[in-house]
């Protein structure tokens, strides 16, 4: 069934009333009509079952069959601090990530990024970005949309590890030299409910002095197997790891 | 360094001859000089590093300097039968599966196939998918190149299901219901070195009709977490799951 996320104000007790890109997918992409039935969620962790109910030009309304009880969020809050990378990789890693169960995704700049984002192409960026995981986050039956975050200067990110409760950076040295032993022994650590922070170099990986910045600011260097992944690989490998350890295997 | 596979006949004792495509990136793109050193596979499990003695226009004439023991192939032996997807989605299968340690990739047609191959365009790709995966797996540093096999039918793919030691499918319907204990428990049982076939819907998923006689010629149906991944997400997810399971819990 269709899944829409929908601004809680939209949602009432009884009724949830779809506005914007999403009235038109429904009624001229999908042509549903008064009757058929879709899930909305309002990014806040209420999901219902909703029969359409009168179609407008610019609104479905809608009437909440029942309430819908589910768990598709991951138990573990990773955000996926990702290097900018080039072309249009950095919006197929928020796809990927975003069905994998990313909870936030932050563009950082480091030395080897050959993209440099001014603020306003970040910002233009970001938006696509936005409707990127939200499209995501409703084709893979996600609770929630995850953030994405304004990008931020290296230095920055040092500084905004201090919020998260686990640091991990995926260090493709790390996989060269046969470190296979640090990401199980983190994730078997981890209790449901932490967050945890992921940082992934660009094309041209991270430098030996950023890798030193990020251990002394609290990350711990990760070998993700014995291959080396590109960067728009690291992600999806991270999330299908922590999403088997937590979500399978227990 | 840059790795480059070599035909074992290229490859003597003490010498390596590189020849066609990588002999012309050596020099004209890595515009590498005697002297420089680079790793060469023979693709059977002979890696080398060795030092350019000679640049011809055809021809990079090597000494081998070292032979290099790694160990970058996953434990498990796992061919990703792929229902064959829209447009140039296959190829980023085969190149994140290379990196993610898959031995072969079989493209298989089912009833939800939106594209159809005949004969002369299932070899073409084919040959265009043997370069993606050959190159992924210099990119990613493994010792074997996957293989690629020919593309069949849902009925060819039940017959084959027999050369396997486990069969899995990845079915949505299974992440719907919240199924989440058999990937677990499948790779729980697995021994280092079996074989095992994952088949995984196009676009549009496999019928329950084909799930069920999959099940009859024992696959095993698994959940793939509480999210409903798209099919090129769902082949990354089993090869990262299985990466961890075995490369690095262990």
Redesign the interface.
Known sequence: MQRYFVSPADMTDLSVTITGDDANHIAKVMRMEVGDRVICSDNQGRVALCEIKQIERDSIYTSIIEPIE???ESPIRVTIAQGIPKGDKLEAIVQ?GT???AQAFLPFSSSRCIVKWDEKKGQKKKQRLEKIAKEAAE????SRIPYVLPPVSFKSLLKKAADFDYKIVAYEEDA?IGE??R??KLLNEMAPGVSVLCAIGPEGGLSQQEVDELIEAGFISC????????TE?AS??IL??I???F???R
């Open positions: 589910e768990s598709k990927k069905e994998l169960g084709q893979s039956h996600r060269k296979t032993q990401l199980a070998g993700l197997g014995p291959r080396i992944l590109r690989t999806s490998y299908s790891a999403s088997y350890h979500e399978l295997m």
